[in-house]
């Protein structure tokens, strides 16, 4: 009910849409048309991470981000252009092809990227080791190969083709490692253990929602930060993160975490006592220990926000969810062959399939092919639809952003043969 003597906001959407709220949609517009145009973020780049002087920025590609993927079957994730006229013409341009040595799994649907501009991955990279030794010393020297195989320059540059910067870059790229420090320290294959697993990560995660307590208790707990290198990743990325983001993005951040905190407990919880869960149970699992904060930072990472009240709406929600879960599927695949050669035995959709379905794991890896598949599709058509019923800038830019964060998340991962191999199974 407008006030009395105010005129109620026009809105220009779909009825469909009026359950957004007009007072949501008022002012995301107008934050959404800003960010769009003003790429870099209103928050200061601290001086000890600003840009290089003279060196010039490399001009990042929009081209994609406004077009999208441009293969077969990419155009449910032209959002933009099924709802409004696209800011400029794009040229059309060829679906790239992907490496020859890369990985490929008949039948998976997914799209292909334009290469990662090498010139931000090699700055990306060498800034991102930098930070890893000189900053929090990540690891011991005999683990380098393996910082340098897991490839986050070119994974982060893929996933983010419209960060106006290698800041922008290294806010996500410090949050990928320390992601993956916490959860190969913690509960996987370095030093990792579900035993003592819960009270690990509940400090570990006071390096990303402090403690606030008395004078007596408070300094002992900030020296906790220091005490090992998950938490010293966790603590500075954190630091980093939060002079980048607002408030709401970054407790949208932390309700992440948190979630995939609890993931992981569920996985270690499961580990300990040798317990398969059903299909159904895995991937509730799965939906919490799940790549979700990384492609959810994409509007920080792009120097814009999506309004909180916007994020917090349940079709958003669901997008989200299903985009977390198609790249979290992708994973399950392709580290297939990784996590059966691990010691222990480690679930994976295709492991569960099998065991739960009676099926050879063959056909349970092909059933888990056709799981990601559908995944894929709702994500894309449940996404056109939200933009459709809600055509605002900044929506609209962030499920772009998050469709092209699932398709970075895939190439790095169909690229990455340092890390993985795939199965004989056809
Ligand atoms: C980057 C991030 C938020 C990671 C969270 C959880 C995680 C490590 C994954 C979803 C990847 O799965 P997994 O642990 O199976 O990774 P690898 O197969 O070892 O690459
Ligand atoms: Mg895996």
Redesign the pocket.
Known sequence: MPEPGLSPLQSSLPTAAAHFGAHVLGRAGSVGVEAADAAPSTAPVPAEVAEPEPAPEPVPDLGPVLRGPSGLGTAALSLARSVAPPVVEPPVVAAPAAPADALHIPGLYYHPVVEPDPVRVEELSRRIKDWAMDEVQLYPEEWEGQFDGFSVGKYMVACHPDAPSIEHLMVAARL?VA??AV?DCYC?DHGGSPVGLGGRLLLAHTALDPLHTTAEYQPRWAESLHEDAPRRSYRSAMEYFVRQATPSQADRFRHDMAR?HLGYLAEGAWAETDHTPEVWEYLVMRQF??????PTITDTVGGYELPADLHAQPAMQRVLALAGNAC?IV??L??YT??LASPGRHL?LPVVLADRENLSDQDGYLKAVEVHNDLMRDFESEAAALAAACPVPSVLRFLRGVAVWVDGNHYWHQTNTF??SLPDFW
């Open positions: 990928m992601e993956n959860d996987e995939l220990n799940n790549f979700r904060p990384c979290t994973n399950d392709y580290s990784k996590e994976n890390r993985y």
